[in-house]
């Protein structure tokens, strides 16, 4: 049984920063690739950024330069600093981790950007 937890979202107005952190537990073998997804209403889930094993990352287009994700694979986390924020990065994010085949995911944590 694999469980993620995410921690880290809330209310911020535009232009602020949040930072997401990931904490992944359980029988955990040989991770391949941890990362966020977001899920706005009534869209699709997508990828934000992940981060690889040997430290390569990518981004969704609409995040680069403002968001940054870090991991530590030996410690089973990942974390998400996101800044400049805009409304539209309004969503649920989600933690998610890649392993043998198999993506597990967190529960999801609120990120609403508004005034």
């Known amino acids: 049984q694999v469980q993620l937890v995410e921690s880290g979202g809330g209310l911020v107005q535009p232009g602020g920063s949040l930072r997401l952190s990931c904490a992944a537990s359980g029988s955990i073998f040989g991770i391949a690739v941890m990362g966020w997804y977001r899920q706005a209403p009534g869209k699709q889930r997508e990828l934000v950024a992940r981060i690889t094993r040997d430290g390569s990352t990518a981004y969704a287009e609409s995040v680069k330069g403002r968001f940054t994700v870090s991991g530590d694979m030996a410690k089973n986390t990942v974390y998400l600093q996101m800044s400049s924020l805009k409304a539209e990065d309004t969503a649920v994010y989600y933690c998610?981790?890649?392993?043998?085949?198999?993506?597990?995911w967190g529960q999801g944590t609120q990120v609403t950007v508004s005034s």
């Open positions: 998610n981790l890649y392993s043998y085949g198999v993506n597990y």
